[in-house]
T-cell receptor, first 113, second 111 residues
Framework: DGGITQSPKYLFRKEGQNVTLSCEQNLNHDAMYWYRQDPGQGLRLIYYSQIVNDFQKGDIAEGYSVSREKKESFPLTVTSAQKNPTAFYLC????????????FGQGTRLTVV | QKEVEQNSGPLSVPEGAIASLNCTYSDRGSQSFFWYRQYSGKSPELIMSIYSNGDKEDGRFTAQLNKASQYVSLLIRDSQPSDSATYLCAFPGGSARQLTFGSGTQLTVLP
């Protein structure tokens, strides 16, 4: 089945630790995205990538880092510099960035204690 | 200035009624618009895409686009309790035309 897989579904980490969220897609999509969602809020863009080995900051990139070494994979690292990391993280992919519909993984709920 | 505004809700309608969800956007150059449905605790699911002025119907869902007024809406006919969710509108509003989302409208359909 084609789709976007995020893992893990739930993640707990101690404050001050870096943590990496996985996102893999087998849709052959060029573009991939990371969004953050806080309770009762919309989606805010963290980073996006249009092609392998290239990525751009979104609206709230501070405290996060990404890599795009393979077309299928776009992992997100939440660093200790991120002040409020507890949130629902969503990975998405699309054929291209400009004007195309995006499809989402099931999300990772990160809780930092 | 926000790029996309949604009626904030929450919105409650009785079962069988028409639910109307609205969204305005700031970028006159946008050519495509999307509606996503998000159930509580789940990820967003694409339910409608619309690219030209007018109406687009898909089952009980109708998307309406008015580019002159920079307005897009989603009508849900014969609303069912299973339609209870948050509805997000999105359009390519970023500097690289990446998808920008509204804050969502929470819809509750009362049995």
């Amino acid at each position: 089945d084609g789709g976007i897989t995020q893992s893990p579904k739930y993640l707990f980490r101690k404050e001050g630790q870096n943590v990496t969220l996985s996102c893999e897609q087998n849709l052959n999509h060029d573009a991939m995205y990371w969004y953050r969602q806080d309770p009762g809020q919309g989606l805010r863009l963290i980073y996006y990538s249009q092609i392998v080995n290239d990525f751009q900051k979104g609206d709230i990139a501070e405290g996060y880092s990404v890599s795009r070494e393979k077309k299928e994979s776009f992992p997100l690292t939440v660093t200790s510099a991120q002040k409020n990391p507890t949130a629902f993280y969503l990975c998405a992919s699309s054929w291209g960035v400009s004007g195309t519909e995006a499809f989402f993984g099931q999300g990772t709920r990160l809780t930092v204690v | 200035q926000k790029e996309v505004e949604q009626n904030s809700g929450p919105l409650s309608v009785p079962e069988g009624a028409i639910a109307s969800l609205n969204c305005t956007y700031s970028d006159r150059g946008s050519q495509s618009f999307f509606w996503y449905r998000q159930y509580s605790g789940k990820s967003p699911e694409l339910i409608m895409s619309i690219y030209s002025n007018g109406d687009k119907e898909d089952g009980r869902f109708t998307a309406q686009l008015n580019k002159a007024s920079q307005y897009v809406s989603l009508l849900i006919r014969d609303s069912q309790p299973s339609d209870s969710a948050t509805y997000l509108c999105a359009f390519p509003g970023g500097s690289a035309r990446q998808l920008t989302f509204g804050s969502g409208t929470q819809l509750t359909v009362l049995p």
